[in-house]
């Protein structure tokens, strides 16, 4: 693991661990003239949640094969699948329900695959799918049947691109490049760096299906050991981030106040974030700055996440399955070219990186804060139900980006993730 790079940044290098329990009695004191409906933040979260990228590689959970009893297994459900009458709205099966795709000892794999999600490390990599042997259309099939197994899907969101291709509204996504630049724009996915966020359900699941020649490294980190770190460095921002912060999505008034960290009703934690999404919102009239604090802690989340997180190469036919209550994902950069660059054929739209998504509420999720808030971004804050993606959005009304958002990116004013001081690798989008 590398040192965290506290010589960047001095709010961070002013607190050491000595401190942290000193520290502690402070962030108390300071919730003591909170408003009453926000929680006291926790103390250290530590349990099986908090893992560090090194501790993936001993978890029987991270990389698990599938065997050729599962493969065969699919393969035969797919085939029932596509014979059931499925509806498909392009390559993307419009619903794959857990009857049109009977398994049994991949049921078992993914039962146990959803109780390492909730209660264990809450990331899991399946590996072996043998992406070449079917088309797009047909793995899209199996996939879902699969996450038919663990859950419910979901319609899949998204306040910013709002892209058809991306998955916007359906229940399979395709990650891919269809421009190049820092900024997506337009509705067209780009193979810009994501900074590690949530995506605005409970379970997201991405299926490799090619790689780039260069770049699309996935990153992957434990909100609960992100959370416990920044008590021991930084622990006067922790607070922060229990507090509502605005941002943008596409339902209701078009922007909501969610904490970052929060405590369930049960007592488990959860948590939500996406830097552009909070970035974004500032440029929204009428939504309240930030104070520089609250951007630092949230820039802190990415610069701990990056130091204790795992970075890795999603190669075809691995699964990832990642818990959005307990960690973040991001991605670097990659190689993009225009279709018709005769001196690149690789990376295009077409032949390019391809990941398929999935969002998923699993059938054991955690239940959420009750609050208005949570409840309209959610549509249910009752674990096991369908909840997330789209659908709030539709119930509390689908709202137009604010015109003064679109202006400030397009005019090439701000800059994306220009709100955030730090730079990290893999942010260069000319590979
Ligand atoms: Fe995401």
């Given at each position: 693991m590398r040192t965290i790079s506290a010589i960047r940044n001095p709010l961070y290098a002013a607190h050491g661990r000595a401190g942290a329990a000193q520290s502690l009695i402070r962030v108390a004191r300071s919730f003591s003239t909170a408003p009453a409906d926000i929680p006291a933040p926790l103390p250290k979260l530590g349990g099986r949640a908090a893992w560090h990228g090194s501790d993936l590689d001993g978890s029987e959970w991270w990389g698990k094969q599938l065997t050729e009893e599962h493969l065969a297994e699919l393969d035969a459900a797919t085939k029932n699948a596509m014979s059931s009458g499925i509806e498909f709205e392009d390559d993307v099966p419009l619903g794959v329900s857990k009857d049109a795709f009977p398994l049994q000892k991949t049921a078992h794999l993914l039962a146990g695959l959803a109780e390492e999600l909730e209660n264990g490390k809450g990331a899991v990599m399946l590996a072996g799918m043998p992406v070449d042997r079917y088309s797009v259309k047909e793995l899209g099939v199996m996939y879902m049947g699969m996450c038919s197994h663990v859950g419910h899907l979901v319609n899949q969101s998204s306040a910013g691109l709002r892209s058809k291709s991306r998955g916007y509204g359906l229940p399979l996504g395709q990650i891919k490049a269809e421009m190049k630049g820092k900024t997506p724009l337009e509705g067209k996915q780009a193979n810009n760096y994501f900074r590690l966020h949530t995506d605005r359900c409970d379970v997201i699941s991405l299926l490799s299906v090619r790689t780039a020649s260069r770049g699309g490294l996935a990153r992957i980190a434990s909100a609960s050991a992100i959370h416990d770190a920044m008590l021991d460095h930084a622990p006067e921002l922790v607070p922060l981030l229990y507090q509502p912060i605005e941002r943008i999505w596409e339902?209701?008034?078009?922007v909501i106040a969610l904490p970052i960290w929060a405590v369930t009703p049960e007592g488990k934690f959860t948590t939500q974030i996406s830097p552009s999404y909070i970035e974004n919102a500032q440029y929204v009239n009428g939504v309240r700055k930030l104070t520089a604090d609250e951007i630092e802690a949230i820039d802190l989340i990415e610069e701990i996440g990056l130091d204790i997180g795992h970075e890795f190469l999603q190669m075809p036919g691995q699964l990832t399955f990642i818990n959005n209550h307990l960690c973040y994902h991001g991605r670097t950069a990659w190689k993009f070219a225009e279709t018709d660059d005769v001196d690149n054929e690789r990376d295009n739209e077409d032949n390019g990186r391809l990941l398929l998504r999935a969002w998923v509420s699993p059938f054991n999720s955690r239940s959420l804060p009750d609050t208005p808030e949570y409840k309209e971004m959610w549509g249910a804050i009752e674990g096991g139900v369908p909840r997330g993606g789209l659908e709030p959005a539709v119930r509390a009304g689908i709202k137009a980006k604010p015109p003064e958002l679109i202006e400030a990116y397009a005019s090439g004013r701000v800059d994306y993730y220009g709100m955030y001081k730090r730079k990290f690798a893999g942010e260069d989008i000319d590979l």
């Amino acid at each position: 693991m590398r040192t965290i790079s506290a010589i960047r940044n001095p709010l961070y290098a002013a607190h050491g661990r000595a401190g942290a329990a000193q520290s502690l009695i402070r962030v108390a004191r300071s919730f003591s003239t909170a408003p009453a409906d926000i929680p006291a933040p926790l103390p250290k979260l530590g349990g099986r949640a908090a893992w560090h990228g090194s501790d993936l590689d001993g978890s029987e959970w991270w990389g698990k094969q599938l065997t050729e009893e599962h493969l065969a297994e699919l393969d035969a459900a797919t085939k029932n699948a596509m014979s059931s009458g499925i509806e498909f709205e392009d390559d993307v099966p419009l619903g794959v329900s857990k009857d049109a795709f009977p398994l049994q000892k991949t049921a078992h794999l993914l039962a146990g695959l959803a109780e390492e999600l909730e209660n264990g490390k809450g990331a899991v990599m399946l590996a072996g799918m043998p992406v070449d042997r079917y088309s797009v259309k047909e793995l899209g099939v199996m996939y879902m049947g699969m996450c038919s197994h663990v859950g419910h899907l979901v319609n899949q969101s998204s306040a910013g691109l709002r892209s058809k291709s991306r998955g916007y509204g359906l229940p399979l996504g395709q990650i891919k490049a269809e421009m190049k630049g820092k900024t997506p724009l337009e509705g067209k996915q780009a193979n810009n760096y994501f900074r590690l966020h949530t995506d605005r359900c409970d379970v997201i699941s991405l299926l490799s299906v090619r790689t780039a020649s260069r770049g699309g490294l996935a990153r992957i980190a434990s909100a609960s050991a992100i959370h416990d770190a920044m008590l021991d460095h930084a622990p006067e921002l922790v607070p922060l981030l229990y507090q509502p912060i605005e941002r943008i999505w596409e339902g209701g008034e078009g922007v909501i106040a969610l904490p970052i960290w929060a405590v369930t009703p049960e007592g488990k934690f959860t948590t939500q974030i996406s830097p552009s999404y909070i970035e974004n919102a500032q440029y929204v009239n009428g939504v309240r700055k930030l104070t520089a604090d609250e951007i630092e802690a949230i820039d802190l989340i990415e610069e701990i996440g990056l130091d204790i997180g795992h970075e890795f190469l999603q190669m075809p036919g691995q699964l990832t399955f990642i818990n959005n209550h307990l960690c973040y994902h991001g991605r670097t950069a990659w190689k993009f070219a225009e279709t018709d660059d005769v001196d690149n054929e690789r990376d295009n739209e077409d032949n390019g990186r391809l990941l398929l998504r999935a969002w998923v509420s699993p059938f054991n999720s955690r239940s959420l804060p009750d609050t208005p808030e949570y409840k309209e971004m959610w549509g249910a804050i009752e674990g096991g139900v369908p909840r997330g993606g789209l659908e709030p959005a539709v119930r509390a009304g689908i709202k137009a980006k604010p015109p003064e958002l679109i202006e400030a990116y397009a005019s090439g004013r701000v800059d994306y993730y220009g709100m955030y001081k730090r730079k990290f690798a893999g942010e260069d989008i000319d590979l």
